[in-house]
């Protein structure tokens, strides 16, 4: 089985989806293990018609005597170049997809016979939460670098946001260098709130990995950060809604076990996507004094109080202190009897003295 991912291989997304599938393709008792090779489009920084077809030509190279049973394509543009370029490189070879929105697939997919799991991956939900949570949000600034996925973001975003219209103003942070947006996070005013979107590329054509700018940024700013990417929770951003990389690489890979036990990719077809889900970081909700979280929402990094952190230490030391008590306990029930003990013989030897005196 070949894999095409869309972008480079240390993006997080790309990690975490791929763990997801080959989790799922681990053999089963008696099943022969799926052999998993793996590439990179690299588009966000390589694009053009002269680099796919530099790329046509390294995977017919690498891969021609080997023929791979199953192509997956992950991210948009595998998927537009496999859809292009499948039949010259490996032609009838099933083609499946995954980590693309509805939006992202198009429509030539009706005419292609593939499978696939699309992925709903859409800003209005996280930012619907974030105004409950936070009623006095009045402005929601987008936070973005200048790549062309960067702003193709930016505009998707804009459009998903269009039904809050006079609920909340949308607008466009400048495309800065990520120390200068730092800068200008940090002196956002408590009324506006930071979504967000995706970060490849700063002004002056230095790569960058999303995640990393959102830990930067999120670290910076004077107000809550959410976005659309379950890779940014832990790094500071408070919400996301999606649903996990993760659990999207699992439920593709039972759509290829379906393909390599001789289910045909167009009998298959396109299939719905996952449910998102809200997921929160309790670490910022604490930052940004948030108590109240919607009905639902999966909170993760919750922070437990002292005594729970410490439980062992406490017990031990309780335990301690107890067996401390009953010692001292039974040394004072002790110490009493020999006082009673000493008396009672003083008393004894009093009345003995007596009788004999």
Known sequence: MLILFSNDRLLPANQRYDAGLRMALEPQRGEAAVSVFGEFLDATRQAGEEKDAAMEDYLKRRYGDMRPDVLVALGPEALAFLMV??????????????????????????????????????????????????????????????????????????????????????????????????????????????????????????????????????AASAVPVVGPYDTYVGRGVMAVCVSPFEEEGRALGGVIRRILSGEKAADIGVLPPSRT???????????????????????????????????????????????????????????????????????SEARFSGVFR
Not at 175 to 181: G, K
Not at 202 to 210: E, L, M, N, R
């Open 85 to 218: 370029r499948r039949d010259s490189m490996f032609p009838g070879v099933p083609l499946v997809f995954g980590g693309a929105s509805p939006e992202e697939i198009g429509t030539g997919t009706d005419l292609f016979p593939l499978a696939g799991l699309p992925m709903e991956i859409s800003v209005l939900p996280v930012v619907e939460a974030l105004l409950e949570m936070r009623p006095e949000t009045r402005e929601i600034v987008l936070v973005h670098g200048t790549a062309a996925a960067d702003r193709i973001w930016r505009d998707t975003a804009r459009m998903q946001l269009a039904p809050l219209a006079g609920r909340v103003e949308v607008t466009d942070f400048p495309e800065l260098p990520v120390d200068e947006l730092k800068r200008q996070v940090a002196g956002l005013s408590r009324e506006k709130s930071v979504l967000y979107l995706t970060y490849f590329q700063s002004p002056d054509g230095a790569v960058h990995t999303p995640a990393d700018v959102a830990e930067a940024i999120s």
């Open 277 to 347: 889900r809200l997921i929160l970081d309790d670490r910022a909700l604490k930052r940004w004094g948030i108590g109240k979280v919607p009905a639902g929402a999966e909170v993760r990094f919750r922070q437990p109080p002292v005594w729970e952190f410490y439980r062992k230490e406490a017990l031990m030391v309780g335990g301690i202190v107890l067996l401390q008590g009953l010692l001292i306990s039974g040394l004072s029930l002790s110490r009493r009897r020999q006082k009673r003990a000493e008396k009672g013989l003083r008393e």
